[in-house]
């Protein structure tokens, strides 16, 4: 009698809480139940499993006090979709259903061969999808209150192991990752990437401006100290370190697009307006290459830099709690081989929190040859030069609106031959005016330029501000 009256009073729960289920089965010894093929609505999560076990149900709880408390609950392959969708069926009598109004805790919610989908519709192609071989939520809460909440119940603690994660990007890019297994705040991806969903000359045909491709490659991410949920209806995201290694990243433009000419905001203003919650105490890159490569000229190759061996320490990326007094500065270090020969460093500053968007950049370089210029001078801008670059260091102090620093330059034979439109044959005179304003005769001295101002043009990068500041200064010391 006990048994059926605890089946009643399960079925008729589910039934209110819109819930659809085969059968039920209860231990009443063991406080444990079995709801095969339930599916489920909470909040805008839609929940179907092979099978729902319950084991450990405190029946004194429920019945006293009207509080739902599980000790363990085990879903097989269930299909759990975040959508704004109802797929469940509409029950005959809306009018019997009720308002969601219990207060359900389970200690141990086990998840076994399942996925999850986030997405606007029953697609995959527009959204996340995770495989789920193994999820273990601890100490989870459903109330009235949480199914408002794009998560629909609180936690404690998650633990995941995934063998497959698709996440749609935009039109042009995927994301992937081969394996992902999260464990009491340590995150490990591997197999991490960014692929283009098209071919570089597709990708040209399909956009109306100019516009980045990327390839993107990371064999291994580490994350400690690594949080998420939801802030409000923002995700958060919180890690104390984040080791990335051996990442190889490919970008890609085609100049000769007609521009974009929307507003870049800087870094600082991007990360403040971020409708995702970061808090990124250290990001760590080492061993990684990256190459930039930019189409100028029609039936040429693309003109081609290349840094290698990056080794970079991003401290401070965060856009949580802005309005304290302590908010630290977010800083990046870096040093590289510029072009396959040259020692490269940079270093950066600036205040995530500051409308003004100040910022500092400043660096050094050693040692580039005319070859290594010329990978890139004579397919970008049909130039070619000649001797060598010493050194270059500079330092810029700006804005949203200009930048003011210094240069200094040492560089030995400096020559420049302007090419005709073959790209192979020398325009004698071009190449004659250009030399006879260069300073050649300086050959060991070092060309220190004060006060090199820059104006940004707001419609393209923060990386093209960085040029124009590093070109006012050259082309000062060499006319």
Request: proline share 3%; charged share 30%.
């Amino acid at each position: 009698m006990v048994k059926q009256k605890i089946k009643a009073a399960i079925e008729k729960e589910l039934v209110n809480s819109n819930v659809e289920y085969k059968d039920i089965t209860v231990d009443i010894i063991s406080g444990g139940s079995v709801v095969s093929s339930p599916k489920l609505k909470l909040g805008s999560a839609t929940i179907s499993s092979e099978e729902l076990r319950v084991i450990d149900l405190d029946y004194k709880e429920y019945f006293s006090n009207k509080k739902i408390v599980f000790d363990r609950i085990v879903f097989k392959k269930p299909e759990i979709l975040i959508t704004p969708a109802d797929t469940l069926k509409k029950q005959k009598d809306e009018k019997s259903k009720k308002d969601f109004k219990e207060d359900i805790k389970i200690r141990h919610l086990v998840i076994q061969d399942g996925y999850l989908k986030i997405s606007k519709n029953d697609t995959v192609k527009d959204g996340l999808f995770v495989s789920l071989k193994s999820m273990d939520i601890y100490d989870l809460h459903i109330t009235e209150e949480s199914l408002k909440n794009k998560i629909p119940f609180g936690f404690s603690e998650v633990s995941l192991n995934s063998d497959s994660l698709f996440y749609t990007l935009n039109s042009n890019h995927d994301l992937h990752a081969k394996n992902l297994k999260l464990k009491k705040g340590r995150l490990h991806i591997s197999d991490f990437r960014i692929i283009p969903k098209y071919s570089k000359a597709e990708f040209d045909k399909r956009q109306r401006v100019e516009n980045d491709r990327f390839d993107l490659k990371i064999p291994r991410i580490k994350m400690t100290d690594f949080n998420w949920g939801f802030n409000g209806d923002k995700l958060q995201l919180e890690s104390g370190q984040t080791k990335i290694d051996k990442a190889k990243f490919h970008i890609y433009r085609n100049k000769l697009l007609p521009d974009d000419n929307t507003i870049k905001p800087l870094y600082s203003k991007a990360l403040r307006d971020l409708e995702t919650k970061l808090k990124f105490d250290e990001v760590k890159i080492s061993n990684s290459n990256l190459v930039y490569e930019e189409k100028s000229r029609a039936g040429e190759p693309p003109g081609k830099v290349t840094f290698s061996k990056l080794e970079v320490t991003i401290a401070n990326v965060s856009n949580l709690n802005m309005e304290a007094q302590d908010f630290p500065l977010t800083t990046i270090k870096a040093k590289t081989k510029f072009m396959g020969e040259s020692k490269l460093n940079f270093n950066m500053e600036f205040d995530i929190k500051d409308p003004e968007d100040k910022f500092n950049f400043s660096g050094n370089l050693a040692g580039l040859s005319a070859g290594a210029m010329n990978s890139f001078l004579k397919p970008a801008l049909n130039i070619e030069v000649q001797g060598k670059i010493s050194s270059m260091h500079f330092n810029f102090f700006g804005n949203n609106d200009n930048a003011l620093g210094d240069t200094r330059l040492q560089y030995h034979d400096f020559k420049v031959e302007v090419l005709k439109k073959d790209g192979e044959k020398k325009n004698k005179l071009l190449s004659g005016l250009a030399n006879l304003i260069l300073k050649n005769n300086v050959t060991t001295k070092k060309m220190n330029q004060k006060n090199i101002s820059a104006v940004r043009d707001k419609t393209k990068s923060f990386w093209n501000f960085l040029w124009l500041c590093i070109r006012n200064g050259a082309l000062k010391s060499f006319i």
